[in-house]
C-alpha cells in the first residue's frame, strides 16, 4: 500500500514537472545525483570499477551521508565495517589509519571502491556476486555458490538465503541501471 502511494505520488509529480516544461531528468538527477564525484571517479579510475556501480552502492549504502552508522558498526558513505577498514587500509598501505577515518569522504570511498575491486575479481566479475558479498559477505556467497538449493551451476546464485542481501542485490542493481542510464 506504501508502496503505490509513493508511485502515485511520483507520477504525479512528474507529470507536473512536465506541463510546466521541467526536465524529468533534472528531477531524476536530484534523486540520485552523483556527490563525491571527484572522489568516486579518481578511486574508480586507479581500482578500475564502473563509477556508476560505486555511486548506486553508495546511495544504496548511506544515501549519501558521510556520518552514518549502521546498526551493525558499519560506517560512513560505502559503510565499511571497521575490521574491513583495517584490513584494506592495511593492505593498500594508509599510514596511521584508525577507525574515525571512515567518516572522511576520501578514506571511506577509496577503502570501499578497493573492497568492491576486490570482490569483483574473486567472483570474477560477476557484479551481483560482488555486491551479495559487499552486504553479506563473501565466505556466505562462496558457501552459496556450492550448494544446490542457491546455486545451479557454482557460477550464479539463484537464491539468496539472506532476505537483507537479496533486497540490497535488488536495490544496488536497480540504482546502477537508473545512475548508467541517467549520466551516460
Given amino acids: 500500500m506504501k508502496f503505490k502511494k509513493v508511485t502515485v505520488i511520483i507520477v504525479i509529480i512528474f507529470t507536473i514537472l512536465t506541463v510546466y516544461g521541467v526536465k524529468t531528468n533534472w528531477f531524476l538527477k536530484q534523486l540520485y545525483p552523483k556527490k563525491f564525484s571527484q572522489q568516486v571517479y579518481f578511486y574508480s579510475n586507479q581500482y578500475g570499477v564502473d563509477p556508476y556501480l560505486v555511486f548506486a552502492m553508495i546511495k544504496a549504502e548511506s544515501n549519501f551521508n558521510p556520518d552514518i552508522v549502521s546498526s551493525k558498526g558499519a560506517i560512513g558513505l560505502m559503510q565499511v565495517i571497521p575490521e574491513t ?83 540490497y542485490i535488488k536495490k544496488v542493481t536497480k540504482y546502477y541501471k537508473i545512475y548508467k542510464s541517467l549520466y551516460k
Avoid at 575479481?121 to 538449493?149: C, P
Fill in 85 to 167: 577498514g583495517i584490513w584494506v587500509a592495511n593492505y593498500i598501505g594508509i599510514k596511521n589509519f584508525n577507525v574515525n577515518m571512515l567518516y572522511n569522504p576520501d578514506y571511506n570511498i577509496n577503502i570501499g571502491t578497493w573492497y568492491l575491486k576486490y570482490l569483483l575479481k574473486q567472483f570474477n566479475n560477476n557484479i551481483t556476486l560482488a555486491v551479495a558479498a559487499y552486504n553479506g559477505g563473501s565466505g556466505n556467497v562462496s558457501n552459496w555458490l556450492k550448494d544446490k538449493r542457491y546455486s545451479e551451476n557454482g557460477s550464479n546464485l539463484k537464491k539468496v538465503p539472506f532476505s537483507e542481501t537479496d533486497k
